[in-house]
């Protein structure tokens, strides 16, 4: 079966900019988590929806926003981008809110300029 | 604040040899263990996991010990192969009220030498 599936791979923004990420799950797992992932601070949680609800939320500014649709796709969005926004975003997908089977994307490298 | 750390932040093996990548833990409530292992270009890969009511767990090629004393993980990989280069995240989980999330440590860059 598919794997989680991001899109788009590479994206270019300007500061101040807004931005929309998107994820499919594995088909029938119904919670998405989003990381951002960067260098210097590594993988850090940002949120997880199940049920279209966000469950649980990592230690982001409000600029940092996801939501989750009936058929478990999820999106995320950051507005007024800033440069330090910079990463690799990924998003991982599994059964239910639990720790098991937890199933990452290739994620989405944004580059913010 | 409590963490989840990486000893070495690159190991270089030869070819066949065996590997040891370590990580401590500060999180003494945490009693759930993953490794990760991420390839250039792709997301974490799903390696072997551990509750914290064991103390060794086996996979193929890999194991994974926890020592719950010292709050130190270790992944063991045997016959490192050239495949194997790759960094290796070890996480453990952060529950909240809400949901469980993934506290990762920084990475370990494994390189595999012919």
């Known amino acids: 079966k598919a794997g989680v599936t991001q899109t788009p791979r590479y994206l270019i923004k300007t500061r101040g900019q807004q931005v929309t990420l998107s994820c499919s799950p594995i088909?029938?797992?119904?919670?998405v988590s989003w990381y951002q992932q960067t260098p210097g601070q590594g993988l850090q949680f940002l949120f997880e929806y199940f049920s279209e609800t966000q469950r649980n939320k990592g230690n982001f500014p409000g600029r940092f926003s996801g939501r989750q649709f009936s058929n478990s796709r999820s999106e995320m969005n950051v507005s007024t981008l800033e440069l330090g926004d910079s990463a690799l975003y990924l998003c991982a997908s599994r059964v239910f809110v639990s720790l098991y089977g937890y199933t990452f994307g290739s994620g989405t490298r944004l580059t913010v300029v | 604040g409590e963490s989840v750390g990486l000893h070495l932040p690159t190991l270089s093996v030869q070819e066949g040899d065996n590997s040891i990548i370590n990580c401590a833990y500060s999180n003494s409530a945490s009693d759930y263990f993953i490794w990760y292992k991420q390839e250039s270009g792709k997301g974490p890969q799903f390696i072997i996991d551990?509750?914290?009511?064991?103390d060794k767990r086996q996979g193929q090629r890999v194991t994974v010990l926890l020592n719950k004393t010292v709050k130190h993980l270790s992944l063991q990989i045997a016959a490192t192969q050239p495949g194997d280069s790759a960094v290796y995240f070890c996480?453990?989980?952060?529950?909240?009220?809400?949901?469980?999330?993934?506290?990762f440590g920084k990475g370990t860059s494994l390189l595999v030498t012919p």
């Open positions: 996480a453990e989980n952060a529950n909240s009220n809400s949901g469980y999330a993934l506290n």
């Open positions: 551990i509750r914290s009511n064991m």
């Open positions: 088909s029938g797992h119904r919670s």
